[in-house]
């Protein structure tokens, strides 16, 4: 399997910010700072982890998608991609 969706799902969230179009939810979330897509991270986590005790497989890949989206508008917000984490995770492998 290839996450290359990722990849492409990263450079739209980084596109969105370069537009600045107020109506776009990624450039709101980015504009209102680090401690508000910390937060939000933090939010999805948590609905993940619930819904992995509480609620079917369906549920947890959704809600693993919104916290893998929120993570890379922060990963983003850091000026670091996911690129930078892969590296970091195959170093881990080594």
Do not use: Q, W
Not at 52 to 60: D, I, N, Y
């Amino acid at each position: 399997m290839s996450c290359e969706v990722l990849r492409k799902l990263e450079e739209v969230i980084r596109r969105r910010i370069e537009e600045k179009n107020p109506e776009s939810y990624t450039y709101r979330l980015y504009s209102s700072g680090m401690h508000n897509v910390a937060r939000k991270v933090g939010e999805e986590a948590v609905e993940v982890a619930v819904a992995a005790l509480a609620e079917g497989k369906g549920r947890v890949v959704e809600e693993a998608a919104d916290l893998l989206y929120h993570l890379l508008v922060l990963l983003n917000s850091t000026g670091l991609s996911l690129a930078d984490v892969c590296a970091e995770l195959e170093k881990r492998m080594r």
